[in-house]
């Protein structure tokens, strides 16, 4: 019987300082030359990384009470606006939201200043109550002088995505970047190898309760992502290819760093936000040994056209090729581009490792794992 370990045993090594941690990258490294096994005995947890555009995010901001109190109805901040259906001075703001259809700043702008330290200018109206007669407030906040900050992004990280390419005769705007036409590039956004859910295809160890670095800051995964979907075919390395999992994600963005939470405009796209999260993988068993060492060539996605209108399906391209800046599709060649920052990755992956080694990092065990799924429904809009 191949040996196991406990996510409770790799914490005591932690904590008493005998823990090894690598790098989802040295940990590929390794995988050239030594066996699941090998790995096992010498590794007790791997660091992953991501950091690109992640629109399906925002944050929860609780104001405080004005004097008299008021049930904020109508919001904004920085003119961007800010929904107020929640309760007396709760609201959500989305990272794509702006004030005017081709703004250049919007919701992960107002976040991205608050996080570091700016005044925010807030606006809001209401209709008067009883209970809260005030009708309008305007002000200057900060994230000092508010009572929460929580960022809450619904659908972060996910397990694959798409390579993005245009076969019109015309440049095309995505949330993908611009792509060319004629096939004239190809943008992806995953960061292969050191990519979470990658080096946990089947989320055995990646699930309701998990610590994780989220923006700086240690947060936490708080339920699957929105559009889930473990029911994509795999590879012979039993990867998913195209987009399959997600993970919502929760932290105290008080807490968070600019350096890794940044406001992006994708041109006459529209805005978004580069998120960074950082996921220990504990090494638990031969079978997460052999995860953990997948490598850039191992890991394949769909090719798609993004210029057509119908995302049709062109072929599919490995991670090694896409990050060597050059892939064939068709007989062209085409120039590739990560839309993710490798270089941020990276570095978030080794902070995480020098925090978990340190002992202010502790993994968790997984309030719940997450269920298989089949498949998405689409909604069928009729006019």
Known sequence: MSKTKSIEEINEKIRTGKAVVLTAGEVSAMGKEMSPADVLKK?????TATFGPMCSSGAFINFGHTE???RMERITLNNVPVFGGIAAVDAYIGATEVAMPHDI???AHVIEDLIAGKDVLLQATAKGTDCYPRTEVKTLINKNSVNEFIMFNPRNAYQNYNVAVNTTSKIKYTYMGTLLPALGNANFSTSGELSPLLNDPELRTIGIGTRIFLGGAQGYVAWNGTQFNTGKPVNAHGIPIGNSA???VIGDAKQMSTRFIKAAYFEKYGVTMFVGIGIPIPVIDEDMAHRVMIRNSQIETNVIDYGSGNSELLGKVNYKTLFSGEMILNGKKIRTAP??????AKE??????EEIISGRFLLTEPVALFSKTTGLNKCEIRI
């Open 105 to 107: 700043y919007g919701g």
């Open 348 to 353: 978030i992956a080794q902070i995480l490792r």
């Open 339 to 344: 839309l993710s920052s490798i270089k941020v």
């Open 246 to 248: 997600t993970l919502s």
């Open 68 to 70: 008299p109190p008021m």
């Open 43 to 47: 590794v007790d947890v791997v660091t």
